[in-house]
């Protein structure tokens, strides 16, 4: 948007021209306030962290993101990115040189994260699509497909599971994210029976996703649990903290405190609350 004023125009009425205007009344100087460039400043810097360091991630959150990172594919392949949040996850698919498309049900967070993937240089890279996974009309094959937090959301996720199968290249890898049932609800989580944002399944332990994912035609490489008790509790105290308009920036801060202590709160890995699995599809003979 432009900070210069409005000019007025510099061509004058034939009266005008003819007759000097009479003097202005003395009136009491007001104050125009001009927004300089120094106070965009605070706004385009928190932008660039929140592309760059995501700094409106809680701890917890980058805990995960950090140990499905070295699940990540680099080079030219086609990923598909399922539930986006805002595009953290996103942008780091195309800073690896992936063509990504996204499925994501929330137009608000379909629309920041294409404004993250066009800010930061991908427009050619990046397709989204808004909608249920159920609904949208996309076509694979894709060599990478992430789902982090998503499935646990969805009432018919047998449906959901099978067309991501259809949609994975034979021999292409599935990272999937989802809460363990045997923990329990995260504090603030909502249990649901139709698809309101909220979960409609506590989550899913290990073997039960095996059998769901042997079903639809793919197979479980490996499992990373984290999310552990200790975890949780400070996810807890900085959700509190971030909830709060008092307290907000204290959570900010004590989330990015914390990030590098998370791998070790991890390490007490009591009643784990969370899963990352890997999966892939059999080639077919």
């Known amino acids: ?28 100087p ?18 660039t962290l929140a592309d760059r360091a995501a700094v409106q991630i809680d701890a917890y ?8 990172r070295s699940f990540l594919l680099h080079g030219p392949i086609r990923a598909l990115n399922i539930g986006t949040g805002g595009g953290v996850e996103t942008l780091r698919l195309l800073r690896r040189g ?8 929330d137009p608000e967070a379909a629309r920041r994260t294409r404004a993250r993937a066009e800010r930061c240089g991908y427009r050619d890279q990046y397709d989204g699509k808004v909608g249920h996974v159920l609904e949208v009309d996309l076509e694979g094959p894709f060599q990478f497909i992430l789902m982090g937090e998503v499935l646990e ?4 996720d047998v449906a959901a599971l099978r067309r991501v199968a259809g949609w994975l290249a034979p021999g292409g890898r599935l990272v999937l994210s989802t809460p363990t049932s045997s923990y329990g ?7 649901s029976v139709r698809e309101d944002g909220g979960h409609v399944r506590p989550g899913y332990d290990g073997p039960e996703l ?20 200790a975890a ?3 996810y807890l105290l900085e959700r509190q903290l971030r909830q709060r308009a008092a307290t907000r920036w204290a959570g900010f801060a004590f989330g990015l405190a914390c990030r590098p202590l998370m791998p070790l709160l991890d390490a007490v890995a009591y009643r784990p609350s969370d899963q990352i699995t890997i999966a892939t599809k059999r080639h077919i003979a």
């Open 1 to 28: 948007m432009s900070m210069e004023m409005p000019q007025r125009s510099a061509e004058r009425s034939p009266l005008t021209r003819e007759h000097p205007p009479l003097a202005a009344p003395m009136l009491p």
């Open 30 to 47: 007001q104050r125009v306030h001009v927004r300089h460039r120094t106070e965009l400043v605070p706004a385009a810097l928190l932008q």
């Open 61 to 68: 959150t980058w805990r995960r993101y950090g140990l499905i």
């Open 98 to 105: 992936n063509r990504v498309t996204t499925i994501e049900i």
């Open 153 to 156: 959301h969805i009432i018919d």
């Open 185 to 191: 609800m995260l504090p603030g989580d909502v249990l």
């Open 210 to 229: 095996d059998v769901m994912l042997a079903d639809v035609g793919l197979t479980t490489l490996r499992r990373v649990y984290n999310g552990g008790t």
């Open 232 to 234: 949780c509790w400070q």
